[in-house]
């Protein structure tokens, strides 16, 4: 039969046919092909998950419990995310209809954006940004309207900037603070500035904290507890980062009841429920990870102060991060695109580190460095960095 007709052309859908290859997938398919690589490019934990919560895992296993859960996820886990985000977030949400437990906060994403947009709408996000993001809203038929956060703010928002980014079209903005890839937070004067905006102009908020356990100095506040903003705020977050549990696939969202509903609809149909031995180790994360949570968190801090202070001395500016395990050094002075850099630096010296282009517009001149990785391996990361900067400046 094969070979008798020809298939057609544009089998693949036109907005997924124009979707850019993520660029940060090309790196690691170039790490892959060799040997001796210290890599700094991948987002996650360098931790195992924590024993007490592999061991619910596998004893949820032993029980059998091997069948679907309710649609919104085990009301004992929606429970314990409510009752987690009461206590360390001053968010209250009920469990029966205002939270729901997702593949990741990669799911919860995709459903809330899909949830949300009509075709055209436009939504506002910063940039640099989570890779995702610009993705997720063509593939919803939505408008991403990135707006750059700049060094000079320590890639903080700029509420005038995004302010005049809004159109008649615009639906929502997205944010992420800590930030992937600057590790900026967001606080004081600026998170207020930007609820006004939103506020003021009537719009949704989706704001995806997966990285609010690791802020290293000032606690995390969520732009939802401001005044205004439960209602018009989907709150994302999850387990992957702060409880070392990225394999699990497991996170969550919380807002009013008529958006989890909506996004409910996307999720039953899609995914039905998020796993179930994956809800009852997020349980467990919740009523018995906190120690080992916060020993992981004091070893982030310890490793950014060293990588950060090593990447300073060696001459490449880097704003300290206030929180996630990002350091976003500027490359601009080495005359190289940060594509050019960062492809250089794995070929001369075996080190992986992200074009800051590949997190948009905003992140061309500096690249990503996950510091998630062994004070030995950072040490000689540094030690390569250096060699290589100072090659380059000899030129
Ligand atoms: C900002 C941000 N949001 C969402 C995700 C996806 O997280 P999850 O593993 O929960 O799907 C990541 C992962 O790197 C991230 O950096």
Not at 81 to 93: K, N, P
Request: proline share 5%.
């Amino acid at each position: 039969m094969s070979g008798s007709k020809s298939v057609r052309k544009d089998r693949v859908a036109r907005h997924i046919a124009a979707l850019p290859p993520s660029g940060i997938r090309k790196f690691f398919d170039l790490v892959s092909t060799m040997d001796d690589v210290i890599s700094l490019g991948i987002g996650e934990p360098d931790f195992t998950t924590p024993w007490t919560i592999r061991e619910s895992g596998i004893y949820s296993i032993e029980r059998g419990h091997t069948s679907y859960t309710s649609n919104l996820g085990m009301l004992s886990l929606r429970r314990e995310i409510c009752q987690y985000l009461a206590r360390d977030y001053r968010l209250a949400y009920h469990p029966e209809n205002e939270c729901i437990v997702t593949v990741g906060v990669s799911e919860a994403l995709d459903i809330a954006i899909r949830a949300i947009t009509s075709p055209g709408d436009e939504i506002i996000y910063t940039s640099p940004s989570f890779v995702s993001y610009p993705a997720e809203i063509l593939m919803a038929h939505g408008v991403p309207v990135p707006v750059a956060t700049k060094r000079e703010n320590n890639f903080a928002p700029d509420a005038d900037a995004i302010e005049r980014a809004i159109t008649g079209k615009t639906k929502a903005i997205l944010i992420n603070f800590p930030c992937n890839p600057t590790g900026a937070t967001l606080s004081g004067a600026a998170l207020k500035r930007l609820a006004d905006v939103v506020t003021k102009h009537d719009l949704l908020l989706i704001t995806d904290e997966i990285y609010s356990e690791l802020t290293y100095g000032e606690a995390h506040v969520s732009i939802a507890t401001l005044p205004g903003m439960r209602e018009r705020t989907i709150f994302l977050h999850g387990f992957s980062k702060a409880f070392a549990m990225t394999g699990w696939r497991i996170g969550y969202a919380c807002a009013p009841a008529d958006l989890i509903d909506a996004m409910k609809k996307i999720h039953q149909y899609a995914i039905m429920s998020a796993p179930t031995v994956a809800q009852e180790a997020a349980l467990e994360a919740l009523r018995r990870g906190g120690e080992a949570k916060a020993e992981m968190h004091a070893s982030y801090q310890e490793r950014r102060d060293f990588f950060v202070g090593g990447l300073n001395e060696i001459g490449l500016d880097c704003v300290l991060p206030h929180g996630a395990f990002y350091a976003f050094p500027a490359i601009k002075k080495s005359g190289l695109s940060s594509e050019e850099f960062a492809e250089k630096l794995l070929e001369k010296e075996h080190v992986a580190v992200i074009p800051g282009s590949a997190f948009g517009p905003g992140g061309e001149g500096f690249v990503r460095c996950s510091y998630a990785t062994s004070q030995e391996e950072l040490g000689e990361a540094l030690k390569r960095i250096s060699r290589f900067v100072g090659k380059i400046a000899k030129k």
